[in-house]
């Protein structure tokens, strides 16, 4: 029910206020004094309230990069949670600036739905999780033929779902939910054999089940899902803005430039250096941005690097233990590269 | 003629057109419709143009996609490879299945409990005020989630199934049991029901006049059910019994073969049915109270017993008080049945809203839903209007 009110409530506001919506985004978000940010209703190492309430995730801590670069606040945020129903509605609306919600960038979803991808903060693939106590000797996504299988709506998870049994002539069960909590639910509660979802996903959602140690997540990978931030088709500034403080998270990584050592990067002669803090003299990458010449510096000191935003809340230092893997910089055979700032 | 003409000349006054109120009333219309239709205008040529701006597509081609997605609960053949149109319908069914299921159920189980709250037997009574009680002040959505984790709770997984009678199962997939499997000669089978129910008709009809001309009462009901059960019964013997079973057996996950009843369209049908029920058990009692108890004591008075009186007398009447609002509980029940997106069955909603997630055609998905609501709301609404009609007190 929900969902049909914010579509509707979506159509007309697109009628109403699309006006301001699709122009400037970066003086409606300065009017408004925070950044609106898309999240997922709670996916852990992703975009998850912590015990005190504060959001925190990989996907948040983009949004509070992106804060960090108009405000000079990581705090200057506020999230709301959507579905994966929900979310391409509200962000066509102008219901949320940005959505950082370990979206899938499609061809689909890149024009038809007019939105456009900032970038990929996380490569991603699908994979299955099977609770290994209640279904012993299957070790192979290929052995899952006949199995019922919790999904969650609206997702590219369900069509690779389907696509995979079917090229693979497998049959299934689907059982499909809306939101992410009745999907981890209806698992734990024995409703179907098999969840499937990104492998960060599972991974994640393991930790919340009542008993993690039963489940397995199986090692097939079955499709390719770059998880990015997205914002709306038609405002150049406000993408350049979100794709280069992507950019900018990962140069500072590769520059070796973090939230520990900033006070003396910000000395430092090398002119890579210099020119990502804005420390160059005369420079004006940061003033043609739209923000002002010290965006990275912002970012930097708020939120750190890509990598300390990765290690801290889906690295080594999480509960999540997800190794860099593809995810590592292209320096260290990975898939993450920063654009030259200059 | 004469005072016609005095009183055009003298009576009515020439008014200013501005004041002449007919001229008014019809100003003040012109007025709100130009209004109404300028906003509507506004509205489309708005949101056509910001569409446009955004670069979002629009329009209905995307029906004839290929919607990628499976619908586990599909009464009509339906793979991944169907187009968004076949999904929609396939959704639409289910809507359709759930709600008429669930009015039939409500209905039975609503005029039992309405009729058991006017017993004298005070258990009885009690037992049925309580499940008014309950079950009215209980919001749907919950209902619906205490059938679907009540029942997902309790069942076992499919390998401990619960054993019933017939080859059936019960477990946290859902209800199973046996197929029937027709043989040759089974249409031989349904032409025998439907000529009993031509022959039925015909009885009913034939004992109605001799009832008329003669005052002698046939056993009707004991004629048509013979006919109900003996004629089909009878061409089943003569094509020599063509029927066996697909019964449901255990396979690496869940059962396999026989029919599945899954839990979400369990939970969702069994939630409504109960909960519907209670409002129209209060609409029942509401009825049979209506009708005044002098016509009961008047049909005593002429010589018809307990039960006739009640047939007769006092359902009829009841039935005139009883419809209308019985008609705005089938309304609800059918659009309560869209709370199925909370639990996951494939109802118009569930299939609507994911391929509205994965074409991104907001407005046209929504228009769908609203139409097709509407259409069978009035549907409903007009089916019920004309059962109305034909209860009403015909007035000479």
Not at chain 1, 13 to 39: E, M, N
Not at chain 2, 368 to 386: C, E, F, H
């Amino acid at each position: 029910m929900k969902t049909v009110f914010k579509a509707l409530l979506g159509s007309a506001v697109f009628a109403v206020a699309a006006g301001s919506a699709s122009a400037a985004t970066l003086d409606d978000v300065k009017a408004k004094g925070h950044v609106q940010c898309g999240v997922s209703t709670g996916l852990a190492g992703f975009s998850a309230p912590d015990d005190k309430g504060e959001y925190t995730g990989l996907d948040v801590d983009f949004c509070r990069a992106v804060a960090a670069a108009v405000f000079d606040d990581p705090k200057a945020v506020q999230f709301s949670p959507l579905s994966a129903k929900e979310r391409f509605t509200a962000l066509q609306s102008g219901e949320v600036d940005i959505l950082s919600r370990n979206t899938t960038w499609t061809i689909s979803r890149d024009t038809a739905l007019g939105l456009n991808f900032a970038g990929v903060t996380y490569y991603d693939g699908q994979g299955f999780m099977i609770n290994s106590k209640k279904l012993q000797g299957i070790n192979s996504a290929l052995q899952l033929s006949g199995a019922a299988v919790c999904v969650q709506s609206g997702t590219t998870t369900e069509l690779n779902l389907a696509d995979y049994f079917k090229a693979n002539n497998m049959e299934y069960n689907p059982v499909v939910f809306e939101k992410l909590e009745e999907v981890n639910t209806a698992y734990d509660q024995g409703r179907c054999d098999v969840y499937t979802t990104d492998q960060s996903g599972l991974y994640a959602i393991r930790l919340t089940l009542s008993a993690p140690d039963d489940h397995i997540v199986l090692p097939e990978i079955i499709s390719k899902e770059p998880l990015g931030p997205v914002v709306r088709h038609g405002d150049d500034q406000w993408l350049d803005i979100a794709k280069w403080v992507y950019y900018a998270l990962l140069n500072a990584e590769e520059l070796g430039v973090s939230q520990a050592n900033l006070e003396e990067s910000l000395k430092s002669d090398n002119p890579e250096i210099r020119r990502l803090l804005g420390t160059e003299e005369g420079t004006k990458l940061g003033t043609d941005l739209g923000l002002t010449n010290d965006w990275a510096v912002r970012v930097i000191k708020h939120v750190g690097n890509y990598g300390e935003i990765f290690e801290r809340n889906v690295g080594a230092e999480s509960p999540l233990k997800i190794s860099r893997g593809i995810n590592a910089l292209w320096t260290k055979g990975g898939l993450q590269y920063g654009m030259p700032i200059r | 003629m004469a005072t016609e003409q005095t009183i055009a000349e003298g009576g009515a006054p020439r008014v200013p057109l501005l004041y002449d109120p007919r001229v008014r009333g019809i100003a003040y219309q012109v007025l709100v419709f130009v209004g109404l239709f300028a906003f509507v205008y506004w509205i489309i040529g708005n949101t056509t143009a910001n569409l446009q701006r955004a670069n979002i597509a629009s329009g209905f081609g995307f029906l004839q996609g290929r919607a990628g997605f499976d619908i586990g609960d599909s009464l009509v053949a339906y793979s991944s490879d169907s187009t968004y149109g076949r999904a929609l319908y396939v959704g639409f069914l289910n809507t359709l299945r759930v709600a008429i299921l669930g009015i039939i159920t409500a209905t039975i189980v609503g005029f039992i409990i309405g009729i058991g709250r006017l017993s004298k037997n005070w258990l009885i009574s009690r037992i049925c005020l309580v499940y008014v009680e309950v079950f009215r002040n209980i919001p749907p959505l919950l209902v619906i989630f205490f059938w679907y984790f009540g029942v997902l709770s309790v069942l076992p997984l499919p390998r401990d199934s619960i054993e019933l009678p017939f080859g059936s199962y019960l477990n946290s997939r859902g209800f199973y049991f046996p197929k029937f499997l027709w043989g040759e000669g089974a249409g031989l089978i349904a032409l025998a029901f439907g000529l009993s129910l031509v022959f039925i008709w015909f009885v009913r009809r034939w004992a109605a006049r001799r009832q008329a001309a003669t005052g002698d009462q046939l056993p009707v009901l004991w004629i048509s059910l013979g006919l109900l059960i003996g004629l089909p019964l009878l061409a089943f013997a003569v094509t020599g019994f063509p029927l066996s079973f697909e019964f449901p057996a255990l396979s690496t996950f869940n059962l396999r073969g026989g029919v599945q009843v899954r839990p979400e369209f369990l939970s969702l049908y069994l939630a409504l049915s109960f909960y519907t029920a209670a409002f129209i058990a209060e609409i029942v009692r509401a009825g049979v109270l209506g009708v005044n108890r002098g016509q009961s004591e008047a049909s005593h008075a002429l010589g018809l017993r307990n039960r006739p009186t009640l047939r007769l007398v006092v359902v009829p009447q009841a039935l005139r008080i009883i419809i209308p609002p019985l008609t705005s509980q089938y309304l609800n029940l059918t659009k309560n049945s869209s709370l199925a997106v909370a639990i996951g069955y494939p109802d118009l909603v569930a299939t609507g809203g994911t391929t509205l997630n994965q074409t991104g055609q907001a407005i046209e998905v929504v228009a769908i839903w609203l139409i097709v609501y509407l259409g069978l709301s009035l549907a409903t609404a007009a089916l019920m209007n004309w059962y109305n009609a034909r209860k009403a007190l015909v007035e000479r």
